[in-house]
């Protein structure tokens, strides 16, 4: 029997909002220590790594380790008919074939229950290394995609370059090349705003658009993101949940034509 | 010296014959040596139902070392994907295969796990085909002998060893236990001929390796060490015949001697070489 309640659906609708553009399905591998989900898109460029504790949960119980495979386009559908503040229940049986959402309105007497079909994925798990970073950059999440945005307009690739004088974000194309950079600021008042730069050594590497700006979806779970580079090695774009997990976003870079 | 004739009827209990073959003689100085190397049977057992040792713990390390070997993971990982796209020739990178526009794939980075992953039973079979390998291959690598004052040459480690780590074969010539009973009788009349008579068990089959004859290996030249030992002997079959190889029961740091235990415990032979006891 597993059983997760959580206060406010609107996470769960925000993380599904934040993966279904790189993942058509997921296995959310449920455990006593909480829900988790690794998988790649369909390139196999990028991967998205979720892990929602238990103990965020307002209410959590898991008998047995169970992986309950979702169509997400299915699942999307499902949080979208939950209202604004609804309190989400989520329960499957050990064996069974199905999961059952339960959502109780907070102000009305309302309570909707919704069944879905799990599907049986097969999908391929990767080993992610520890990795010691180079350069660990904590930025404003709005800022973040904003510049993915704004840099997008140039060209495919967008090139992070990241030095003790700050990190610099760069595309070219036809009509021209955009540069952006950051210095790192502490904002005491508003932690928030503060970019925070921990470089060990600088690192420059080179990214397609088409999934930082993916990862940009995101930004609703969390104020700050964190872009975490190391020479040779994905990028790391973490969102914190509040209270409950990360979502991790891995993206393999693009080696530069011109570098030979 | 007047030797024992052959006319002695030969019982089934080798050592017996040569007990009396020692009274006859009387030669109690330097007798030749009656002693036999025995695989205890609790070392047969063990070798005969328990699964095959584990030489490491099957390693989910292969994750780190992928990490500096693209390489693997790219043949691993890659089924199925088209390689034919514009292979890029990057002289200073490793990453060679397949890239659209310069991109990589996670796969090259990341092992998936499935396929790193091996069942038990192959994790098994490729240590067996290891250990085959190096019976075939006469491996004796990291191991000198040396010449100890008090009980002749030893064996010592030139470098460390972990538990469970193949150290050396006693290798010598396979044969059954009538052959090797005639060649002991013989062997008995030469004093200067030791004793490395190596007989054990396997399959239900009784079995001898004699390693008598000077090789130039060193598994004959192990010595015995019954309160201490840091070898176990296994049982091996390698192209249908049972090999006898030692491994390292603890982990062996470079400079220790490597010992085993000859598994005699017939009063007979204690008699005559009181060392079998420790």
Known sequence: MFEARLLN???????????????????????????Q???????????????????????????????????????????????????????????????????????????????????????????????????????????????????????????????????????????????????????????????????????????????????????????????????????????????????????????????? | MVRATHNVPTTPLQIQTRRQKLLMTGGTNSPPTPHRIELRHDNNEENNCKKPFICQPPAPKSRK??????????????????????VKESSK?????????????????????RSVRKTKTTVLEEQQLALEKMVRDKTEDGLEVRLFKDKGRGVVAAKDFCRGDFVVEYSGILMDTTEARQREEMYAQNENAGCYMYYFKHNGVQYCIDAT?????????????????????KTLMVDKKPRLILIAKDDIKNGEEVLYDYGDRSKESLQHHPWLAY
């Open chain 1, 9 to 35: 659906s609107a996470i769960f609708k925000k993380v599904l909002d934040a993966i279904k553009d790189l993942l058509n399905e997921g296995s959310f591998d449920c455990s006593d220590s909480g829900i």
């Open chain 1, 37 to 260: 989900l690794q998988a790649m898109d369909n390139s196999h460029v990028s991967l998205v790594s979720l892990n929602l504790k238990s103990d965020g949960f307002d209410k959590y119980r898991c008998d047995r380790n169970l992986i309950l495979g979702m169509n997400l386009a299915s699942l999307a559908k499902v949080f979208k008919s939950s209202g604004e503040g609804d309190t989400v229940t989520i329960k499957a049986q050990d064996d069974a074939d199905t999961v059952s959402f339960m959502f109780e309105a907070k102000k009305q007497d309302k309570i909707s229950d919704y069944e879905m079909k799990l599907m049986n994925l097969d999908q391929e798990h990767l080993g992610i290394p520890d990795t010691e970073f180079s350069c660990i950059i904590k930025m404003p999440s709005a800022e973040y995609a904003r510049i993915i945005r704004d840099l997008s307009q140039f060209g495919e690739s967008i090139v992070i370059s990241c030095t003790k004088e700050g990190v610099k974000f760069s595309a070219s194309g036809d009509i021209g090349t955009g540069n952006v950079k950051l210095a790192q600021t502490i904002n005491f008042d508003k932690e928030e705003d503060s970019v925070v730069i921990d470089m060990q050594e600088p690192v420059t590497l080179t990214f397609a658009c088409q999934y930082l700006n993916s990862f940009a979806k995101a930004t609703p779970l969390s104020n700050q993101v964190t872009l975490s580079m190391c020479d040779n090695v994905p990028l790391v774009v973490e969102y914190e949940i509040p209270d409950l997990g990360y979502l991790r976003y891995y993206l393999a870079p693009k080696i530069e034509e011109d570098e030979n």
């Open chain 2, 65 to 86: 070392t992928l990490f500096n070997n693209h390489a693997v993971s790219n043949s691993d990982n890659q089924n199925g994907e088209v390689k034919s796209l514009s």
């Open chain 2, 93 to 113: 990178n490793n990453f060679t295969n397949n890239k659209v526009n310069g991109q990589q794939k996670l796969t090259e980075f990341f092992p998936v796990r």
């Open chain 2, 213 to 233: 004859q000077e090789t130039g290996r060193l598994g004959r030249l192990v010595n015995h060490s019954r309160t201490n030992p840091n070898l176990v002997t």
